[in-house]
T-cell receptor, first 112, second 117 residues
Framework: KAGVTQTPRYLIKTRGQQVTLSCSPISGHRSVSWYQQTPGQGLQFLFE???????NKGNFPGRFSGRQFSNSRSEMNVSTLELGDSALYLCASSPGTGREQFFGPGTRLTVL | GENVEQHPSTLSVQEGDSAVIKCTYS??????FPWYKQELGKRPQLIIDIRSNVGEKKDQRIAVTLNKTAKHFSLHITETQPEDSAVYFCAAPQALSMNTGFQKLVFGTGTRLLVSP
């Protein structure tokens, strides 16, 4: 099976802009989770989608949003970008609840 | 509440030594405990996992032990090599709701392992 893919891999934006990141899970996986990782930091949970429904949300402001499509592909949107949003954004797909997660390569976002 | 504590945050060893990373969790219903390795600039990769019906699992130089009574699990790496240098994350499932049966995977804060030649 093909692994988790994320597009784009790198992105440079300026403050105030908005950005959309995409994640395609492993075929058959219905759960997609998103994480933010900054240098030296762990995996900060953003949200999880399962069968097009947001099942869980982390402690991030409302500027961070997401959605999942019927084919399980997921998008994450960040509006009104701030310098502190510069990070590696990872998505992970899972076959089910509380199961092993498989990570994509990430999208490295730089906000200038 | 959700809580997975991981220690130490950094660990430096000499090549050939053993390394042990420990995690504790809070949800007594947790039944699956994976470990991930993240090399510099790469994605976290699942390296080993254990389910609550066993106490230990080994895969070549790595092993994971689980103590359900004490709610802690550990990663053991023997005969460490420089290529073992990475950040290691533990994780445990946390129930979202008693009614839905859904769980989310909660990650520890990571351990940076440095193996010196």
């Amino acid at each position: 099976k093909a692994g988790v893919t994320q597009t784009p891999r790198y992105l440079i934006k300026t403050r105030g802009q908005q950005v959309t990141l995409s994640c395609s899970p492993i075929s058959g996986h219905r759960s997609v989770s998103w994480y933010q990782q900054t240098p030296g930091q762990g995996l900060q949970f953003l949200f999880e989608y399962f069968s097009e429904t947001q099942r869980n949300k982390g402690n991030f402001p409302g500027r961070f949003s997401g959605r999942q499509f019927s084919n399980s592909r997921s998008e994450m949107n960040v509006s009104t970008l701030e310098l502190g949003d510069s990070a590696l954004y990872l998505c992970a797909s899972s076959p089910g609840t509380g199961r092993e997660q498989f990570f994509g390569p990430g999208t490295r976002l730089t906000v200038l | 509440g959700e809580n997975v504590e991981q220690h130490p945050s950094t660990l430096s060893v000499q090549e050939g030594d053993s390394a042990v990373i420990k995690c504790t969790y809070s949800d007594s219903a947790s039944n699956y405990f994976p470990w991930y390795k993240q090399e510099l600039g790469k994605r976290p990769q699942l390296i080993i996992d254990i389910r609550s019906n066993v106490g230990e699992k080994k895969d070549q130089r790595i092993a994971v032990t689980l103590n359900k009574t004490a709610k802690h699990f550990s990663l053991h790496i023997t005969e460490t090599q420089p290529e073992d240098s990475a950040v290691y994350f533990c994780a445990a499932p946390q129930a979202l709701s008693m009614n839905t049966g859904f769980q989310k995977l909660v990650f520890g804060t990571g351990t940076r392992l440095l193996v010196s030649p």
